[in-house]
């Protein structure tokens, strides 16, 4: 499975993303629940991934999808129980596969209890420093305190009854806790642990680059108003309110507790930063083990951009020393068949994707469904949506949390339990009865017969995973390298078909992302892997 000593499992693992709510319903009611992936592990030990990463599950209203955390020790009931999540951890391990639970410390619910305690305190107290309370400006204080904007549109600021504001750098159910106060970092140690004692592997940190904010908490100097969202300045411009150096301090306090659980535990940062140089404090012995890298998921189809972005990447991981993690698809993002062009054309381009992102060097991220080459849903009722950020702005990430389809047909496809009664919570397209689990399994080119191929011959070929890509001169629009010891890696996306002999190579197909018709030649938008 990995060349590496245990405790580096996560170096070349590839990661299958579960959205609990989406993936698969165990009791019937049209929601997912931890049942239901309990019931899953079979088929995710047969696709070949190395460990699970489960979004939210927790007791929450679900004003973000779950990242709205009312009790982070504990199971939504919408979602199972404790005893399930044990349950399903236990099976999960017995068959290999290694289970990360995400962990949201920016901000929690407003219904959490320290929430409705601190809306039940007077200003200045215990329970609201436990928050982010402000004065406002102006005579009455009828201003926010600064001019901070929320991620999901609007300002970051919502007015309580007694006069004060709260901050939120997201929804106005999404308080941000108070990472300066000794009480916060206590109480998420606690949480760390309890999840640690439950036997996870690992954690994904949501929004890790938020919880400290500049001091003085300064307006940023530009809002929607006048020069465009402040949103847009995420990843190329300084925020006060983002990656602030104090925020390194948490996690040299979280190291030495995960180090102290025995078998490799993990964490892994989703960190919105603007420079390479400022990604990499966030990797390392004493802080996290690595941070998602987004470059790629956000790269056009295009050769160029996919080289340059490689290289970027690569040249990044050894600044870390850590490997880099490639993903093509999230709970937040619109899933690449579609970006890519949906349709033939989208899934074909989303597989010679998929192959090459397979054969890089470091761990791979997938998001429950592309395996099954699904597109994202577009034409949702406005009315079913429920992404907070779509009353705000418009934008929705719905169409990428489409309840799963399983069955030989769509009406039992989200009914893990034939006799249910529930429907999915959002509504799956028609056109998805073609790509249930059940109908992609006996067909040998189906995306998921692929998605096998591709894994297994991953863990068996020491050349992916780890390692170095060397590069082969090629003409314009193809990428081709080599991974040593014996596998060529070619990606065509030019507008013609490619031959073998013209690059120069040859050697064993051993899979390609679309059938070819004519040996020795690739067709456009086709990835190929060769034993040579
Ligand atoms: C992260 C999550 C996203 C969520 C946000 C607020 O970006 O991936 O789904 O809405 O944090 O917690």
């Known amino acids: 499975m990995t060349t590496q000593a245990n405790d580096d499992w996560w170096r070349d693992a590839v990661v299958y993303q579960v959205y609990p709510r989406s993936f698969a319903d165990g009791d019937g009611d049209g929601t997912g629940d931890l049942q239901g992936v309990r019931g899953k592990l079979p088929y995710l030990r047969e696709l070949g991934v190395d460990a699970i990463w489960l979004s939210p599950f927790y007791t929450s209203p679900l004003a973000d999808g779950g990242y709205d955390v009312a009790d982070y020790r504990d199971v939504d009931p919408r979602f199972g129980t404790l005893a399930d999540f044990d349950a399903m951890a236990s099976d999960a391990h017995a068959l290999g596969i290694r289970v990360i639970v ?129 949103v847009e300045m995420l990843g190329s411009e300084p925020l006060p309110y983002f990656d602030q150096d104090g925020v390194h301090d948490i996690y040299r306090e979280w190291r030495p507790i995960l180090d102290e659980y025995p078998g490799g535990r993990m964490a892994v940062a989703e960190a919105w930063v603007d420079s390479p140089e400022r990604l990499a404090r966030y990797i390392g012995r004493d802080e996290l083990h690595q941070a998602f890298n987004f470059d790629f998921m956000m790269a056009e189809f295009d050769a160029e951009s996919f080289r340059t972005i490689i290289d970027k990447s690569l040249a990044e991981a050894d600044l870390v020393g850590a490997p880099t993690t490639w993903v093509l698809s999230n709970h937040d993002k619109f899933r690449h068949v579609t970006r890519y062009g949906d349709g033939v054309i989208g899934l074909r381009r989303a597989r010679a994707a998929t192959l090459l992102m397979l054969s890089l060097p470091g761990s791979a991220y997938l998001y429950n469904g592309e395996e099954l080459g699904l597109n994202e849903v577009l034409d949702l009722p406005d009315e079913l949506r429920e992404d907070p950020s779509f009353k705000r702005t418009g934008e929705s990430r719905d169409g990428c949390r489409v309840p799963l389809p399983w069955g030989g047909t769509l009406e039992e496809g989200f009914r893990f339990n034939p006799d249910g009664q529930g429907t999915p919570w959002l509504p799956q397209p028609a056109k998805w009865e073609s790509l249930t689990a059940q109908a992609q399994e006996s067909d040998p080119e189906s995306t998921l017969n692929f998605y096998r191929a591709a894994l297994r011959l991953r863990r068996e070929l020491p050349a992916l995973g780890g390692g170095k890509v060397q590069w082969i001169d090629s003409p314009e629009g193809v990428l081709a390298f080599r991974r040593d010891p014996g596998v060529v890696v070619v990606t065509n996306i030019a507008d013609r078909p490619v031959t073998l002999a013209e690059l120069g190579l040859s050697g064993t197909p051993l899979l390609t992302s679309s059938p070819v018709p004519t040996p020795g030649t690739l067709p456009a938008d086709t990835t190929l892997w060769l034993l040579g």
């Open 102 to 230: 995400d962990l949201v410390p920016n901000h929690s619910s407003d219904l959490h209890v320290w929430f409705q305690q601190a809306l039940a305190a007077a200003p200045g107290s215990p329970e609201r420093e436990r928050y982010m309370f402000r004065d406002g400006l102006g005579e009455t204080g009828e201003l926010p305190p600064n001019d901070w904007e929320s991620i999901f549109g609007g300002r970051a600021w919502t007015r309580v009854p007694d006069g004060q504001w709260y901050l939120h750098l997201f929804a106005p159910e999404q308080p941000d806790l108070n990472w300066e106060n000794p009480e916060v970092r206590t109480e998420f140690h606690g949480v760390l642990r309890f999840w640690l004692d439950r036997g996870v592997d690992g954690f994904r940190i949501d929004v890790a680059h938020g919880m400290i904010k500049a001091e003085g908490l300064p307006s940023v100097g530009r809002t929607s108003d006048d020069g465009g969202r402040q």
